[in-house]
């Protein structure tokens, strides 16, 4: 009976730590999305300047905190972004369609949670702007940046591709 009891009591426990949400986040999502620009600049052999193809990536995570990790960095595809949290008052947010075309998507938080949208910037290349990534899986973001006084990493491992926009 007593080693039932401590089973159950070592299994609880396990438990809770396993639920814990590191750094009071509770869901992570994240979005690319192409955009193709209507207008294209040609140099004056008519030859295009760049592509017309800008990819953004959006990303929001939910807290179960008012305050969210100090996010810094952000590291996706290989290229250094700064990033700065934005918090989103409104009640859901519809950010487009999957790249199929047929599920809108909504952001709700969950009652009593916290809603924040990383706004990033990429680095210019001039910049001192470094990070080892060899251990970094290229389909990871990584986001760096401080949580009650300690540097910390953390890796999204997911991204959905939205629809792409024309014209805009």
């Known amino acids: 009976m007593k080693t039932r009891l401590f089973l159950f009591i070592y299994l609880l426990v396990f438990a809770a730590f396993g639920c814990t949400q590191k750094y009071g986040i509770i869901k992570t999502h994240a979005y690319t999305k192409k955009m193709t620009a209507g207008n294209i600049p ?3 052999n008519n030859q295009p300047l760049s592509s017309g193809v800008q990819k953004i990536h ?3 995570i939910e ?3 008012q ?3 100090n996010w810094d960095t ?3 595809e290989g290229k250094g972004y700064t990033t700065e949290l934005l918090k989103i008052t409104q009640a859901q947010l519809n950010i487009g369609k999957i790249k199929d075309g047929t599920e809108e998507v909504i952001i709700k938080p969950d009652n ?4 924040w949208q990383a706004m990033l910037t990429p680095v210019q290349q001039n910049q001192q702007f470094s990070y080892s990534l060899s251990t ?3 389909k990871e973001i990584l986001l760096m940046g401080t949580w009650k006084n300690k540097r910390v990493i953390y890796k999204i491992k997911k991204q959905t591709e939205l629809a792409t926009v024309f014209g805009e």
Request: hydrophobic share 45%; no cysteine.
């Open 67 to 69: 305050e969210a990790p």
């Open 74 to 76: 952000a590291w996706i």
């Open 42 to 44: 040609v140099d004056e």
């Open 63 to 65: 807290t179960k905190v």
């Open 136 to 138: 970094n899986n290229p």
């Open 58 to 60: 959006l990303l929001f």
């Open 112 to 115: 009593g949670n916290t809603l």
